[in-house]
């Protein structure tokens, strides 16, 4: 029997992705935006968050099964969209497939992704979404998301933060752009990494496969903007299956969108890769929940790096909670097995604090687990009430 990789937490799989990766591979998945302030805001902020434990409750069975856009799913749980997942390790997009497949969680393709849309719901059982960017043109977008729908998908998610590209040092500096260009400083960087570097040829260097505008060859950097409020409205007019809208952080925007007709609405700041003065995302959810109502559906991410983060996510107005990086930096520490192991520390994370505090189920997780002088502290001081709505707005 193979040895499981020594995984006990997210800070391990980074331990391990950051010896075996390139330098630049490593910077692409981990950098941030301008000093990298927001990305550590997201993860730092969860930790001023506490939860109140109870006693006596009938926790003896635990369920983590979930109902959500009216799926039932074995996790509260799922796979974000990521770019280039493959450059983690290879067959990382089947790995991940596989394993949400086995664990009953969605999985989102990116239109950045490294594997095409049919073998990426072939591989999921059909668990698969698929995240749309605004493409050169509408009508080339729209026909991206008629090839999701042809290829068998249900659930489109269009991703709206990120109308330029920001600027990332990291990147920058490392010469990091695709598709790759052999630079003196990347070819050291490769040679000292062989065995990521043989592993990666032999199966192809990953390139972007699912973007609107293929056949003329992908631009990291080209703008995204097309992707305003009537594109929204002619794509909830042609999209008839559930539509989510990603990167929303206004409560202004957050309820223009609900008024559109999305289905859900995907609360999260870029994992701090767009605007590094952005408030921590966490911060954002509650704001948003109160915008749109108590049962409005909700996804969360960024920050994410155990399970008890997205116990906080639920308590704080997420309904669904979609984890990026630590997902990657699984994968390149030991492959599948790296991420099946992380996925078991979320999986006891969340059921041993759903035990500390008092519910049996998925659905019972609210505002009542956080400890009063935090819930009393975080909604009208370190969380601004939000602005008034108008119907001009």
């Not at 223009?256 to 870029?270: E, T």
């Not at 003065?277 to 909700?298: C, E």
Request: proline share 6%; glycine share 8%; with cysteine.
């Amino acid at each position: 029997m193979a040895k499981r990789p020594r995984i006990f937490a997210t800070e391990d799989a980074v331990q391990l992705a950051k010896r075996r990766l390139p330098r630049m591979i490593f910077d692409f998945i981990e950098g941030s935006a301008g000093r990298e302030a927001g990305a550590k805001r997201n993860e730092t902020r969860f930790d001023d968050i506490m939860l109140q434990p109870r006693v006596l409750s009938n926790v003896g069975t635990r369920s983590l099964t979930t109902r959500f856009l009216g799926r039932e799913y074995g996790l509260p749980l799922g796979i974000a969209p990521m770019g280039m997942c493959n450059l983690a390790c290879p067959d990382a997009d089947a790995h991940i497939a596989r394993i949400a497949k086995g664990r009953q969680m969605p999985v989102c393709l990116s239109s950045a992704g490294s594997s095409s849309l049919r073998d990426m719901n072939s591989w999921s059982g059909g668990m698969a979404w698929f995240q749309l960017y605004f493409g050169q043109s509408v009508e080339s977008s729209l026909l991206a998301a008629d090839r999701a729908r042809d290829a068998g998908y249900d659930t489109l998610i269009l991703t709206v933060d990120v109308p330029e590209v920001s600027r990332r040092i990291r990147d920058q500096k490392n010469d990091f752009n695709l598709p790759f260009k052999m630079t003196p400083n990347a070819f050291l960087d490769f040679a000292l990494h062989p065995r990521w570097s043989l592993s990666t040829l032999a199966n192809g260097i990953p390139k972007p496969r699912n973007f609107a505008d293929q056949h003329k060859g992908f631009d990291r950097k080209a703008s995204r903007a097309g992707a305003n409020w009537a594109f929204l409205e002619t794509l909830r007019e042609r999209w008839t299956g559930r539509l989510i809208v990603k990167g929303i952080t206004s409560p202004k925007d957050a309820k223009r969108a609900q008024d559109l007709g999305v289905d859900a609405i995907y609360v999260s700041n870029h994992g701090g890769r767009q605007l590094d003065s952005a408030p921590p995302a966490i911060n954002l959810l509650p704001i948003i929940r109160r915008a749109v109502g108590s049962d409005f559906p909700l996804l969360f991410d960024s920050g994410i790096r155990n399970g008890e983060d997205v116990i906080k996510a639920l308590v704080l107005g997420a309904d669904f909670v979609m984890l990026g990086r630590p997902v990657l930096f699984a994968l390149a520490a030991a492959g599948r097995s790296g991420l099946d192991s992380l996925l078991q520390c979320f999986v006891e994370d969340i059921d041993l604090v759903m035990a500390q505090i008092g519910v049996s189920k998925i659905d019972e997780i609210g505002p009542q687990a956080l400890f009063t002088d935090t819930a009393q502290t975080l909604h009208p001081k370190l969380i601004p009430s939000p602005e008034p709505l108008s119907a001009a707005t």
